[in-house]
């Protein structure tokens, strides 16, 4: 079946740190993946996608590789800030070009930045 | 970009009552909407897929009559928790993915409290 796993939280980091959160996911076929981010109180935004094996998806100095090979999805960025601190999730489309396909989502990944 | 909203953003109701929750995309057509059920620091766990003008598609274990889901537009779904009870108390999200894309949209979450 169609899984998408993410590494337990929280993750704390100091401001201008590096962070990775790994995700690696399950599917059959080609899905499309995602990573949502949720502030406190808030509904999820979506932060990046990649549709194909190779592609790079980036925003807001976040960037992840679709890495099929590997079957995963990390999220990376060069230097956090308290701003990011938020819960993280992993998602992917099993089937991204039928419209009825609801995501997948990993169990999240919370993030707490200090200054 | 693509905006969801819900309304209302919190509610709280007494136990036996039934309370509407509606979910608009406000700039883009969908004719697939997802209702989600969110506790606390945990992921999002998919309840039903609604359909434009059909029937709504329940995962398992989601009570059909008591969460009411009408698609009645392109641009509305809406969710009705019937004769609520105190563990039906949740963080409610919708998303909507636009007729022609890969992605969801979400909106910011309801905080249903039974009293």
């Known amino acids: 079946g169609n899984s998408v796993t993410q590494m337990e939280g929280p993750v704390t980091l100091s401001e201008e740190a590096f962070l990775t959160i790994n995700c690696t996911y399950t599917?059959?076929?080609?899905?499309?993946l995602f990573w949502y981010v949720q502030y406190p109180g808030e509904g999820l935004q979506l932060l990046l996608k990649a549709t194909k094996a190779d592609d790079k998806g980036s925003n807001k100095g976040f960037e992840a590789t679709y890495r099929k090979e590997t079957t995963s999805f990390h999220l990376e960025k060069g230097s956090v800030q308290v701003s990011d601190s938020a819960v993280y999730f992993c998602a992917l489309n099993p089937k991204a070009n039928q419209a009825g396909t609801a995501l997948i989502f990993g169990k999240g990944t919370t993030l707490s930045v200090s200054s | 970009g693509a905006v969801v909203s819900q309304h209302p953003s919190r509610v709280i109701c007494k136990s036996g009552t039934s309370v509407k929750i509606e979910c608009r995309s406000l700039?883009?057509?969908?004719?697939?909407m997802f209702w989600y059920r969110q506790f606390p620091k945990q992921s999002l766990m998919l309840m039903a897929t609604?359909?434009?003008?059909?029937?709504?598609?329940?995962e398992q274990g989601v009570e059909k009559d008591k969460f009411l889901i009408n698609h009645a537009s392109l641009t509305l779904s809406t969710l009705t928790v019937t004769s609520a009870h105190p563990e039906d108390s949740s963080f409610y999200i919708c998303?909507?993915?636009?007729?022609?894309?890969?992605?969801?949209?979400f909106g910011p979450g309801t905080r249903l409290t039974v009293t």
């Open positions: 609604s359909n434009e003008g059909s029937k709504a598609t329940y």
């Open positions: 998303s909507a993915r636009p007729i022609a894309g890969v992605e969801q949209y």
């Open positions: 700039d883009f057509q969908a004719t697939t």
């Open positions: 599917a059959t076929g080609y899905p499309s």
